[in-house]
């Protein structure tokens, strides 16, 4: 479906910029100077250094399938720099009980620091959820540089990730032990072996995204910063049959004074078995000369904190919001997901920017399948029934956010009592939920 890439550009926010005298367009990723230009603008407004030749022909190369849209201010004296970009695809997203569906992946959110709060992200962003509904797509998503700025179009924190910190002196490995054997592997043979691996396990959790073409190259320093890639090490865990079943990729940071202290930093790690879990993890704790091991934007429940024989040893260094969630077809994306418990739920939705509210009944079956339908009159006597915002149903799509702790914050209204705990009773999810990247 590449529909998305040639849909025209929302003729409405196209209007809004038209009126303050600036052109929304949608950018030819096929004209090296338009899309290099746009580019640039991006990494400008995260305030990155200029693309190396090497790094604009990667982006140039791996962002095709993303349409591109840009803001242009042609009384500027560079017209052809866009003041603002935006880029969008329809991402395959993990849902609960194990299917994904299509989410609109949101990223590239850039107005330049000269045209900043006249309402440039508001008519993009807009422009985006409307070409996503037009589209089909129940669901967008995006991952935040700051968490006050998405609120207020709708999308809710959905899934959390954490940065590990694990003191190895202190760790000793008291978990599983694996029956597999590990290899080190250059960096090009883990990206091939660990692209299977990764779409082997995509569907296990929800939260997760199909990491694949630059997102999945940038991870191994191909679409990146140039430099990475020689920093880098990888490793891939074979079983105990010499299947693979997890990869790891790290590195370490310059060297302190002491230099039996070194600090490794796990870049990205992924298995396909509770063995390979234990087998990559105890690998990576036990390395020499290492006192210090860095995981970030991981689990926020990652077992390996309980395969240590110090509980200690391993702390959150941080932990904080990573996916957030935008409901665009409150039908759609409810019943796209399974649930854990049968049962009923009305729910009262309202969405300020008029996309997807309204009052609906929820129906789940024994087997986690729900049915939606719009609720008129009043609520049956046999159903549960909860009053909230978009953004709060956005937060508790993934089954990661409690209800019961939403109603206790006053962000959503039981309209009966422990009501609340039934959401949580058929939304919530075993595991929390987890995407392994940003974007
Ligand atoms: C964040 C950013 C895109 C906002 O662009 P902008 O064109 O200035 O935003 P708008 O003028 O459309 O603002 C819309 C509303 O959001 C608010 N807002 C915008 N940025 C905000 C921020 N960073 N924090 C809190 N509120 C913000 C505005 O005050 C405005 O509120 P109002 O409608 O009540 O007046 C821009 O500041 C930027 O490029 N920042 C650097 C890159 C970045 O962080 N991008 C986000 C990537 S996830």
Known sequence: MTEY??????????????????????????DADAFGQWLEADARGFHQSRLSPELLAAQLRGLTDRRTSAVYDDSAADPSSPVSTVSSWPARLTL????????????????????????????????????????????????????TIYGRFGFGPAVFAADWKINTRAAKWAGPMASGRIHMVPLEQARQDGEAIVERIRLNGP????????????????????????????????DADGVPQGFAIYSFAQPSEDFSAQTLNVEYLAT???????????????????????????????????????????????????????????????????????????????????????????????????????????????????ALGIAELGALYLGGVSAVVLERAGRITELRPGSADAVDGAFRSAVAPWLSIWF
């Open 272 to 386: 396909a078995t509770d063995d390979a879990y234990s087998g990559l993890w105890r690998y990576l704790l036990e390395i020499d000369l290492v006192s210090t091991v860095t995981a970030p934007l991981r689990r926020v429940d990652e077992p390996m904190v309980w395969q240590l024989s110090d509980f200690r040893s391993a702390k959150k260094d941080d932990e904080q919001d990573h996916l957030w969630t935008r409901v665009l077809d409150v039908k759609g994306a409810l019943e796209a997901r399974r649930y854990r418990a049968p049962g009923r739920i009305a729910l009262e939705v309202s969405d300020p920017l008029g996309f997807a509210g309204g009052r609906f009944l929820l129906d789940v079956a024994a087997d986690g399948t729900a049915v939606v339908s719009p609720l008129e009159g009043e609520v049956p006597d046999d159903a549960a029934a909860v």
């Open 96 to 147: 609960p009980g194990g299917s994904d569906s299509s989410a609109w992946a949101i990223s590239a959110v850039t107005v330049a620091s000269t045209h900043r709060r006249r309402g440039i992200a508001s008519a993009m962003l807009t422009a985006e959820l409307r070409t996503a509904q037009r589209l089909g797509i129940a669901v967008a998503i995006l991952t935040v540089s700051e968490a």
């Open 207 to 238: 939260g997760e995204i199909d990491v694949r073409g630059h997102l999945w190259n940038r991870l191994f320093g191909l679409a990146g910063d140039p430099d990475r890639k020689k920093t880098l090490r990888a490793v891939r865990y074979d």
């Open 5 to 30: 890439l040639s849909l025209p550009i929302d003729d409405e926010s196209a209007e809004r910029m038209r009126a303050g005298g600036l052109r929304l367009a949608l950018v030819d990723t096929g």
